[in-house]
């Protein structure tokens, strides 16, 4: 997957801050990033990122930084193409403000950054901004020309992926087939909204379980009993928005 990492277009005002000033004879640089896809196809689910705190790259002298707690807020705006599923910080055991669009609080105590992930879904096809900027802070900023960045993102028709993985049936045995199901536009894995599977043996049509999570398909297949060293011939679809896809795959049934 291709990702675009996007800096700071715009100059973003200070606002007046809610809490306490550290010290105010000491700027700090900060900055708001992001990084996304650069294309994904139309009704996938994606991750934006928003990485905000210091500049790593801009001039401060650590030793003045701020005894007290030093903060910031941030906002994001989606477009009409765009829509939030969920958002939080990464990682496990840490409080995941979740679903921050708006008066988003990072403190820090020293020099740092953090990253805060939107799961975002593609509605519309067309070049979608995402707007992410910096509102408030508790210090002066050094450089306000980084304090606004902009997320594009292309949608465009979706194709699907189905990988099959190795299966090796047997016969009386329930075979478990299962595919990878990826975009083919951003290669990201995708949740197919409908699926189905089925087999063809001889002059018998076998009628499968399929299920999926996590960007895999499960098809289950029950083999009869007697059809060792015959041909079995799958067939697997999936569809999501309006992609649709089927790949087969033919197994000899061992016994």
Not at 114 to 121: A, I, M, Q, S
Request: hydrophobic share 45%; proline share 7%.
């Amino acid at each position: 997957m291709r990702s675009v990492r996007t800096v700071a277009v715009a100059l973003a005002a200070l606002a007046v801050p809610t809490v306490a000033l550290a010290d105010s004879s000491t700027p700090v640089d900060l900055q708001i990033t992001t990084t996304q896809p650069e294309k994904v196809g139309l009704g996938e689910t994606f991750v934006v990122g928003i990485t905000v705190g210091i500049n790593p790259d801009g001039s401060m002298d650590i030793v003045r930084f701020p005894d007290s707690p030093w903060s910031l807020t941030w906002a994001v705006t989606f477009p009409a193409g765009l829509t939030m599923v969920s958002g939080g910080w990464p990682g496990l055991g840490t409080p995941k403000l979740p679903n921050c669009v708006a008066n988003c609080v990072y403190v820090m105590k020293a020099p740092a950054t953090r990253g805060y992930e939107y799961r975002v879904k593609a509605t519309n096809i067309g070049a979608e901004i995402l707007n992410a900027r910096i509102t408030q802070t508790s210090n002066p900023d050094a450089l306000v020309a980084n304090n606004t960045a902009e997320a594009l993102v292309r949608v465009v028709p979706l194709r699907i992926t189905l990988r099959p993985e190795q299966a090796r049936p047997r016969a009386g045995r329930r075979l478990l087939w299962k595919l990878a199901a990826t975009s083919a536009i951003s290669g990201l894995a995708i949740q197919p909204t409908k699926k189905s599977c089925n087999a063809q043996l001889g002059t018998s049509h076998l009628i499968g379980n399929a299920t999926a999570t996590n960007g895999k398909i499960n098809c289950a297949l029950q083999i009869p009993a007697g059809s060792a060293g015959k041909k079995l011939t799958a067939t697997a679809t999936a569809s999501l928005a309006a992609a649709h896809t089927t790949v087969s795959r033919t197994f000899v049934i061992h016994g």
